[in-house]
């Protein structure tokens, strides 16, 4: 039986994965923080007829991901065959409004913690000859939107590594796929409404309307797509005998490419315009 690891599986798209594919009668390994967590995983698959494994794990903690993988490459004889990197965390806030601390905290997650995860997987799956990554990114790894800077700097660069690493273990056996969700109805969605939410209502910024034209354009949006619409994309870019390069999933999968081909100015004021921060810009006319 082929074993796969999930990441963040306690919740959310990573939830939705590890149950998804322990249901196709794959042998899921489920990494989590905390040991309540890891219970109501386990307890999650036996209600739905089938078996998730856990370990504890700290995507964004060396140490931590070096205990977790080695008690990992124990329960599967070497290494799993398969690895999806979905643990992340999101905070909105504009550059300036974003402390290091915080930037920090999201390139350790989002980014340092999958590029360790491959590292410390690879060679199990170079021995096997064969192997797949999934790096669960975001629409936010192919276009930012104000606000989401530091976000999609995370995604962006876990993009990049995500396209080296296919060329370069393509000839061992090993596929590197990415899934670019949209917004989803996950853990995350309400501590990001309330980071904006206080920086909307503090005062002490100068995006303080922006950042009520922003919750307003959320408001209006909800309710997202499930977690588990995203979780069926991952699933199948796990499973497929021959998967893509990239998936997209949600919503946004075609504003995200039409924002791609557009002019950076009319890119720019379409994204400043949805967020609040659209002023006159000389020599263009976005009413049209």
Known sequence: MRSVVVTGASGG???????????????VIGTVRGEEKAAALTAAARERGCTVRTVLMDVADAKSCEEGFARIEELTDGGPWAVVNNAGVHLAAAVEDTTEEEGRRMLEVNFLGPARLCRLAMPGMRRRGEGRIVNVTSAAGLVVAPFNGWYSAS???????????????????????????????????????RHLVRLATEGASPHQNAYVA???????????????QAARTVCRAVCARRP??????????????TLRCLPSALSDGIQRRVTGLLRPVPGIDFDG
């Open 13 to 27: 798209i990573g939830r939705a994965v590890a149950l998804g594919l322990a249901r196709r009668g794959l042998d």
């Open 155 to 193: 995604k962006y660069a876990l993009e990049a590594l995500s396209d080296a690493l296919r060329m370069e273990v393509a000839s061992c056996g090993v596929q590197v796929v990415l899934v670019e969700p949209g917004f989803h109805e996950t853990p995350m969605a309400a501590p990001t409404a």
């Open 244 to 257: 893509a390069a990239r998936y997209q999933v949600g919503r946004e999968t075609l504003a995200v490419r």
């Open 214 to 228: 922003t919750l307003g354009t959320l408001a209006r949006n909800r309710p997202f797509p499930p977690a588990e």
